[in-house]
């Protein structure tokens, strides 16, 4: 189970469709431009928009950041167009991003990631909120909220 969202989901039918971005479409050949919902917030108040989307594909995508998943460093760039609209810029050709994007990528908020007191446990959106987690042992401590 993820904990973070993404901008995309499967439906159960595996049919693509939008999580926390509302729409998307592919403007040419390395451009696809997702519209992003509006009114959602981390549960550390945070507020989810393009800045949070930008920083978090340009972390996955920097290979300077060793990360273990690298299927999203196929993107360039991601381009703020408004607070509600990004163009994501891949390097070449890439008509599968969306499929990607609905297990890959999830979007985490820049401004607890960036401190150096950042809490251990993750800060999401969702419904499930971790209360507690001890390394090396198995999460169990959820507890539930309305979005």
Known sequence: MNIYDF???????????????????????TTWEL???????????EEFNAAAVKFSLERLADPKNKLQQTALQIIERVDIINEYRVHVITKKPFPYLDAQLTNVGAVIPPNIFRRRDRPIFPCTRLARVLTSWSAGRKTTSWRWRPI
């Open 7 to 29: 901008l995309l989901t499967r439906a159960p039918d595996l049919k693509i469709q939008p999580l926390l971005a509302t729409s998307y479409r592919i403007v040419n050949d």
């Open 35 to 45: 519209n992003l919902r509006q009114g959602v917030k981390f549960h550390n108040g």
